[in-house]
C-alpha cells in the first residue's frame, strides 16, 4: 500500500537513456526522488489534459445552445417583459 492506504498499480515503461537522465536531473534539482518527480509531472499534465478537453467540449455543447436558442427562442418570462418596458420608457422608444 502507499502513504495513503489505498492500493497501487504498477507502471512500467521504456524510455530512452538521455531522456531518462534529464529526467533525472530535473527530479535531483527540486530534491525529489525519480518516482515522485514522474508521478507528479504526470498527473499535472493529465490534468491540463483534461481540463482542456473539458472546456473545449463544454464551449461546443455552448455554441449549440446558442444557436437553439436563436433558433428557437423560448418565450419572455416577467423579468424580461419589464426589463424591455424599463428599456423602451429610458430610451424613448
Not at 492500493?7 to 534529464?22: G, H, N, T, Y
Not at 491540463?48 to 472546456?55: A, F, L, N, S
Amino acid at each position: 500500500m502507499n502513504k495513503s492506504n489505498k492500493p497501487s498499480a504498477r507502471l512500467e515503461a521504456r524510455v530512452d537513456p538521455e531522456i531518462k537522465a534529464r529526467w533525472q536531473q530535473a527530479a535531483d534539482l527540486e530534491g525529489r526522488s525519480l518516482t515522485d518527480f514522474i508521478i507528479t509531472s504526470m498527473q499535472e499534465s493529465s490534468e491540463r489534459v483534461i481540463q482542456r478537453h473539458q472546456r473545449m467540449k463544454l464551449a461546443q455543447q455552448d455554441s449549440r445552445d446558442f444557436v437553439e436558442t436563436l433558433i428557437e427562442p423560448p418565450e419572455p418570462n416577467k423579468q424580461l417583459i419589464e426589463a424591455a418596458r424599463k428599456y423602451q420608457e429610458i430610451m424613448g422608444e
